[in-house]
Structure formats: C-alpha cells, structure tokens
Nanobody
Framework: QVQLVESGGRLVQAGDSLSVSCSAS????????LGWFRQAPGKHREFVAA???????NYADSVKGRFTISRDNDKKTISLLMKNLNPEDTAVYYC?????????????????WGQGTQVTVSS
C-alpha cells in the first residue's frame, strides 16, 4: 500500500552534516506519522526521530539538538538533517510510516519501511 525509498546516505567525516531523504508513494501520506530508525553493525534497529501527522516531534536523546526531521506533504517526502555527525551515528538509516497520526518511538508500531540508506561517519 505504502512504498518508501530512502536516498542520500554516504561516507562523511566526523563533524560533518548530511541530509537523507525518503520518497513515499501510495496511501494517504498527510495522515501518517513518519519516522527514522537506524541499525548499526551488530546492533538492533533503534529509534532516531519521528514526526506526527500534526507535526509534533519526537527525538531520541542521542540525536536531540543535532538531527532535525521534517516532512513535505506536497512532495510526499521525509527528510532527516543530521549535524555534527560522529562515528557512533554510522548505520543504515530507514524511514518508516504508520497509518496512525502519533509519532511513536517503537519500531513495531510502524507498518511500512524503506530499504535503508547507508551513512558512514569516519573519525
């Protein structure tokens, strides 16, 4: 029903900024809560940020103040602006959507997922 495709991941150096994006199709985009999750090597998938259908924001403590999630309902895109990156931010970043409006942090509440985009931060 909903298809999500991430893009923008690349190799950067510590302290750099990077924006990753996600393009959506299908469904009723403006009614969905949207999120970003990441999975580092040897780790489980963790919450990064989410934005509700009414633009309420939810950030993981590890990225609060550095990352900014946004959505464009006209373009049906989700973006994550990452600033002051450090090596512990290295991961595959996934965008996700849920048909409900609330920006929950729990990954199991999101039904739709992209394929991920690799972000690597070197020291």
């Amino acid at each position: 029903q909903v298809q999500l495709v991430e893009s923008g991941g690349r190799l950067v150096q510590a302290g750099d900024s990077l924006s990753v994006s996600c393009s959506a199709s299908g469904g009723t985009f403006s009614a969905y809560a949207l999120g970003w999750f990441r999975q580092a090597p040897g780790k489980h998938r963790e919450f990064v940020a989410a934005i509700s259908a009414t633009y309420n924001l939810n950030y993981a403590d590890s990225v609060k103040g550095r990352f900014t999630i946004s959505r464009d309902n006209d373009k049906k895109t989700i973006s994550l602006l990452m600033k002051n990156l450090n090596p512990e931010d290295t991961a595959v970043y996934y965008c996700a959507a849920r048909t409900g409006m609330v920006a929950y942090a729990q990954s199991n509440l999101y039904a739709y997922w992209g394929q991920g985009t690799q972000v690597t931060v070197s020291s």
